[in-house]
């Protein structure tokens, strides 16, 4: 567990199911949707099909909980791109508008960064955003991240092509910045 004053990064219980469930799942549209990765389907489920699954999120190393002042308000997560490598990515959606513009997701990610090269042997971190979100392309600037590579035109979201932006850091420039 991982705490800035009210912020708390938290692998996922049992009890936290139906919170998760209702953030991510519930809804056929959800307004977060529409930043994270929208040129991909949303598909709902009912709480009985997600529970079908909770042997995938409780205690998963790779995905946990953003808990403000004791409501989880989102979830961060990380992916072997390829893991022989050490290629790990990062993602993270704060599923609740209200959440959103406070600082909390750059306060979230850099615990989770922090977390990242403590506990691997991690050469490097980043994440894939898309140009339509700048919001998340700002949190990877203000956390010291480079712009690594932007394909352009390659994500199409309602009649507008966008660019994939790739934002990465190295481990010697984090230690750098702290």
Known sequence: MY?????????????????????????????????????????TKTYEQFLETKENWIGD?????????GVIRGTISYYWEHEPSKWLEMGIVLQESQSWGKGIGTRALRLWIQHLFTTMPLVR???TTWSGNERMIRVGEKLGMQLEARIRKVRYYDGVYYDSIRMGMLREEWEMNQ
Do not use: F
């Open 125 to 127: 971190v980043g994440y």
């Open 3 to 43: 705490t800035d004053k009210e912020l708390t990064l938290r692998p996922i219980v049992e009890d936290d199911l139906y919170r998760i469930w209702e953030l991510i799942y519930k809804d056929a549209q959800p307004e977060w949707k529409k930043w994270d990765a929208p040129y991909y389907p949303h598909h």
């Open 61 to 69: 190393d790779s995905y946990w909980a953003i808990e403000v002042e």
